[in-house]
T-cell receptor, first 112, second 111 residues
Framework: DSGVTQTPKHLITATGQRVTLRCSPR?????VYWYQQSLDQGLQFLIQ???????AKGNILERFSAQQFPDLHSELNLSSLELGDSALYFC???????????FGSGTRLTVV | GENVEQHPSTLSVQEGDSAVIKCTYS??????FPWYKQELGKGPQLIID?????GEKKDQRIAVTLNKTAKHFSLHITETQPEDSAVYFC??????????FGAGTTVTVRA
């Protein structure tokens, strides 16, 4: 157990729907990162939050949004889902600058 | 932004032999280079990292080398074992927290 908790582990939904993925960072970690991993794209950075504030944005679609709450857990909202959104979504957290992330075990999203 | 290239994409080695994975980065300001191992059905796990003020770092059978001038860094696994079979990712960061990952190398250790 890495200490980063992601729920749900698996999600199957239809095109056009909206889903919410949840992440609880390791105790004490203030930064949360979201990554998308698909077969042909590797690990693509989506967005980073630090202590509740958005810190950096990557290749995140406008249909996707995220937030980090006062208790530091984060949610990634995916709307108007398309088949191409099927992927593994990872959350990671870190405590301090210059240290490696700790990843959660991911949420596998399948859009049908 | 940072661009990290990783080679090879697949690597098959005989058990007991060494494995080497190489990465290059584009941003000369990058100063932190971690390596992650991802096993099937799991999230990437940090296995070793190196900072730009260090040229080499070892941890048991794993070592990482960094050449700042050439902007490349490598992962070396010696005496490979079946449990080393996984996907390995290199990454680079320039202190803004965000890691840029290579495309990954699938390592298969043949018994």
């Amino acid at each position: 157990d890495s200490g980063v908790t992601q729920t749900p582990k698996h999600l199957i939904t239809a095109t056009g729907q909206r889903v919410t993925l949840r992440c609880s960072p390791r105790s004490g970690d203030l930064s949360v990162y979201w990554y998308q991993q698909s077969l042909d794209q590797g690990l693509q950075f989506l967005i980073q939050y630090y202590n509740g504030e958005e810190r950096a944005k990557g290749n995140i679609l406008e249909r996707f949004s995220a937030q980090q709450f006062p208790d530091l857990h984060s949610e990634l909202n995916l709307s108007s889902l398309e088949l191409g959104d099927s992927a593994l979504y990872f959350c990671a957290s870190s405590a301090a600058r210059g240290r490696g992330y700790t990843f959660g075990s991911g949420t596998r999203l399948t859009v049908v | 932004g940072e661009n990290v290239e990783q080679h090879p994409s697949t690597l098959s080695v005989q058990e007991g032999d060494s494995a080497v994975i190489k990465c290059t980065y584009s941003d000369s300001a990058s100063n932190y280079f971690p390596w992650y191992k991802q096993e099937l059905g799991k999230g990437p796990q940090l296995i070793i990292d190196i900072r730009s003020n260090v040229g080499e770092k070892k941890d048991q059978r794993i070592a990482v080398t960094l050449n700042k001038t050439a902007k490349h860094f490598s992962l070396h696994i010696t005496e490979t074992q079946p449990e080393d079979s996984a996907v390995y990712f290199c990454a680079a960061s320039n202190n803004d927290y965000k890691l840029s990952f290579g495309a990954g190398t699938t390592v298969t250790v043949r018994a």
